[in-house]
């Protein structure tokens, strides 16, 4: 079982709020042909729009910090939001250029990805520490390409539900897990085309079950790793219940929200366990490959 060692001096768990700004490539990276469906388009750009200005407001008047996740595409349309975003105190974390999956590019164009959402950022003049991979489909060569980048941490991947060092031939970088059960997407995400989901679910379900696993990361001294989208919990009854979620955080007085830079800082210097990212060596022939 992992170390409580990880958490910072008085907390039994840490959580970090994190916010991917997905807009259109939410859609466009599963179709392109997204692009013809006004509607669909517009679901997206609520996010930007509406949600992310109201998600700000929460944070604001809950005094906490978060972590806005920015496709470079995204990014390079809007960058008044991403400069207004970190202007209010929060950071600005890499999430691909074009959120296309890397597990679906050559190591050539998943690195030429990168790069161009780096240049983004770059321009627009915000400091990136962090990475997470569209979809969180990141790919065999990922935790290298964000240490070749001088990158300090990612948060895609699984393997424990605290923090943990991913090694590569770049250097080592930290990962800060998510979880497909704190995120909104499997709770929320409802269009008829393209297919991103058919969820619309009772946010006094999703605050009930949110709201349990605060509590069960404290018995494990776990990182609650909210993943959020402004398109999908900008809504209203949504954006109350998360809130709420944060009202309940900081009432246990033991969780403190952090954001991915702050607490990969922290952990700078803090004993982790240490993890390879190497593909599964199968034998031919054993499992089906259809
Ligand atoms: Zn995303």
């Known amino acids: 079982m992992p170390s409580r060692t990880w958490l910072p001096e008085g907390a039994s768990a840490v959580a970090c709020l994190t ?67 970190a202007e209010a105190g929060h950071e600005i974390g890499h999430h691909s250029y074009s959120h296309v999956p890397a597990s679906s590019m050559t190591r050539e164009e998943e690195e030429g990805d990168f790069v161009r959402a780096l240049k983004v950022f770059e321009e627009i003049g915000v400091p990136i520490h962090g990475h997470r991979a569209g979809l969180w489909e990141a790919s065999w060569s990922t935790p290298a390409i964000v240490a070749e980048h001088g990158l300090s941490y990612d948060s895609s991947l699984m393997t424990q539900d605290s ?56 018995r494990y001294g776990g990182l609650f790793m909210l993943t959020n989208h402004p398109f999908l919990t900008g809504r209203p009854s949504r954006a109350v219940a998360l809130e709420q979620l944060i009202g309940h955080i900081l009432d246990a007085g033991d969780v403190p929200i952090l954001t991915g830079h702050e607490l990969a800082t922290h952990l700078a210097e803090v004993a982790l366990p240490q993890r390879a990212h190497d593909k599964p060596e199968i034998e031919e022939g054993l499992f089906p490959a259809p």
């Open 19 to 85: 916010f991917d700004v997905d807009a259109e490539t939410g859609i466009l990276s599963v179709n392109a042909k997204a692009a013809d469906h006004a509607m669909a388009i517009s679901h997206q750009q609520f996010g930007p729009e509406i949600g992310v200005p109201r998600i700000l407001d929460i944070l604001a008047n809950l005094h906490v910090r978060a972590t806005f996740f920015f496709p470079g595409w995204v990014a390079e349309r809007r960058p008044a939001l991403v400069e207004r975003i």
């Open 163 to 218: 923090p943990y060092r991913i090694t590569t031939p770049h250097g080592s970088i930290i990962e800060l897990p998510p979880h497909w059960s704190l995120d909104d997407w499997e709770q929320y995400a409802f269009l008829p085309f393209p297919e991103i989901g058919q969820h619309i679910k009772n946010p006094s379900d999703v605050l009930d079950m949110w709201i349990g696993e605060v509590d069960a990361m404290r």
